[in-house]
Each structure stands twice: as structure tokens, then as C-alpha cells.
């Protein structure tokens, strides 16, 4: 069986990510990526759905047993993909989507050349500004953090493979386009080195 494509999708605030995910994990065929971390449930998140919520103390021993694709420490707190789960994903087939920060992508395009690196983001900065303040959940000196973030993100973005833009309101035709530079990805030469071989068999 072909196995599954291990999808990064990462994006500054206000790239409307997990929105985009969502529509492509209505499908059968994408699994999303559930991460470890030692930071504390926010009200609504569910442990072992949007993370396994575990302790500093064992997500240390989970690193040092090999058990993490990659990790990273963001604002105090550790990330990281398990790995097991995302190989058991990929052995059956379906698509991998890890929702990760910048590091984290980097790190695993390094152990796992195949995946691919999506940077999802507004059109401009401009409207990431706007989307951010008309949230209106977060401080003035929050929102000034994260936008401040964003040059540090896409200062690293030549890690990437791909730009999709999400337009206000297209955020269907994002994932329409991410899933059109997976059909062509599966169709590269390089992901199909047997052709000669598999046609004359
Ligand atoms: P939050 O605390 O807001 O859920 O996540 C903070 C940041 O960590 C986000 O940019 C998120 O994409 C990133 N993140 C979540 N899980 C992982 C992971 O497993 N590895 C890495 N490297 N980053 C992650």
C-alpha cells in the first residue's frame, strides 16, 4: 500500500491554520498529528484530541527513550510529535498534518526529508493586523507580540516547500490548493524513483 504524505502546515496568528486543517481532517484520508505538551488544558481543549497533556518530568524521559519526532520549548512550555503514532498514520496510508511552529518544521524536514512545508498565511500583513485586533480576545501588547513573531517566522520560511495564501472567506480554497500540491507531490518523479522499473514489470 502507498504509504501516507507527512503534511507541516504552519502559519503565524490570524492564518486561520486550524480552519484550513479542519477541512482537509473532514476527510478520511488526513489524520491530525495529536502533540505532547506540559502546558496546561485551556477551557474546551480535551486531552488526547487537541494534545496529550503530560508532565515536564515525562515528556524529559519520552525525549531521552526516542520517542519524539522533534520537539521544542515555546513560552516555557515543551511540543512534541510523537513519533510512534505519526508512523503507524503514515503506514496505513492516510496523510499526517502537523499543525507545528517554525522550529519544530525545520526539525522535521531534517529527519524526514520527505515531508512537506506548507507556510499558510493572510494575504498581507496588513489584513494578519486586522484579523488579529477584530478577535478582539487578546491585549493590544499580545497582539503586538505575535505580530512581532510573524518576522521571525517568515525569516525561516526558505525551510518551506510552499506559500498558500488564505484569503478572507476562501479559507475552502486554501485547503482546495493544498490539496492540489499534494496530488502533484504524489506525481513528482522524485516520490516515484521505480518508474521504469514498475511499467516494464
Ligand atoms: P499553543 O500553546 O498555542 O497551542 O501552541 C503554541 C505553538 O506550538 C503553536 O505555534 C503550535 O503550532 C506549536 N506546536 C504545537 N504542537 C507542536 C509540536 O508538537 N511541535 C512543535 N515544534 N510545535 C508545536
Redesign the pocket.
Known amino acids: 500500500m502507498e504509504k501516507g504524505l507527512m503534511v507541516v502546515v504552519?502559519g503565524p496568528a490570524g492564518s486561520g491554520?486550524g480552519t484550513v486543517n479542519g477541512h482537509l481532517l473532514k476527510r478520511d484520508d488526513f489524520v491530525y498529528?495529536v502533540?505532547?505538551?506540559t502546558?496546561a488544558p485551556?477551557p474546551q481543549e480535551i486531552d488526547g484530541v487537541?494534545?496529550h497533556f503530560i508532565s515536564r518530568e515525562d515528556f524529559l524521559s519520552r525525549i531521552a527513550s526516542g520517542d519524539m519526532l522533534?520537539?521544542?520549548e515555546?513560552?516555557g512550555?515543551f511540543?512534541?510529535?510523537p513519533l510512534k503514532e505519526a508512523i503507524e498514520v503514515l503506514e496505513s496510508g492516510k496523510n499526517l498534518i502537523?499543525?507545528?511552529?517554525v522550529?519544530?518544521?525545520h526539525?522535521v524536514k531534517a529527519k524526514y526529508p520527505d515531508a512537506i512545508l506548507i507556510m499558510l498565511l493572510p494575504p498581507s500583513f496588513a489584513v494578519q493586523e486586522q484579523r488579529l485586533r477584530g478577535r478582539g480576545t487578546e491585549t493590544e501588547e499580545k497582539v503586538l507580540a505575535r505580530l512581532e513573531r510573524t518576522k521571525e517566522e517568515l525569516s525561516v520560511v526558505k525551510d518551506y516547500d510552499y506559500v498558500v495564501y488564505n484569503h478572507d472567506g476562501k479559507d475552502i480554497e486554501a485547503a482546495e490548493e493544498i490539496l492540489a500540491i499534494l496530488k502533484a507531490e504524489r506525481a513528482s518523479i522524485r516520490r516515484n524513483p521505480s518508474v521504469k522499473e514498475n511499467y516494464f514489470a
Open positions: 504552519s491554520k498529528s502533540s505532547a505538551t502546558r485551556r487537541n494534545y522533534e520537539y521544542t515555546y513560552c512550555n511540543y512534541g510529535t502537523l499543525e507545528i511552529e522550529e519544530g518544521a526539525n
